[in-house]
């Protein structure tokens, strides 16, 4: 199964009084990531949202296993698979560049609605979890 990775950098902003990333500001970090990922596969969300197929998130799973702080250099890698007939995760971590460090792991869970906003897994997300291939990196 392929792996996509994106790579970022903590901003100052992103951090509260303690001088950590904000719990709130991973799932940018993971969402980011994921739309990126569809994009470098060849799946549009937006497009997808114009065809009334909307991508939802159900559920979100985060394990925090050590802060981030300002500067931090990160990467966050993602797979997609298959939870359930009508449900797929995207399996997701953060690791700090320096040391390879796990930083945090999440399990964020979807589905598709269809116009009548039954749950359903379209064809081009099926086909991202049936597909092998090469780890693809961007930096952002």
Excluded at 49 to 65: C, F, G, P, S, W
């Amino acid at each position: 199964m392929a792996i996509f990775t994106l790579d970022f950098k903590v901003r100052d902003y992103e951090c509260d009084m303690q001088g950590i990333v904000n719990n709130s500001v991973y799932q940018n970090y993971l969402e980011h990531t994921r739309h990126e990922f569809l994009l470098s596969r060849g799946v549009d969300f937006a497009e997808l949202t114009r065809q009334k197929i909307n991508l939802v998130v159900l559920r979100a799973e985060l394990d925090y296993k050590a802060p981030l702080v300002s500067g931090d250099e990160f990467y966050v890698d993602t797979v997609v698979v298959q939870s359930s007939r009508v449900r797929f995760d995207f399996l997701q971590n953060i690791y700090r560049k320096k040391d390879h460090k796990l930083m945090l792991s999440g399990k964020i869970t979807g589905t598709s609605l269809n116009e009548r906003g039954r749950p359903f897994v379209p064809e081009v997300i099926a086909a991202l979890m049936e597909s092998e291939g090469q780890a693809t990196t961007i930096e952002s």
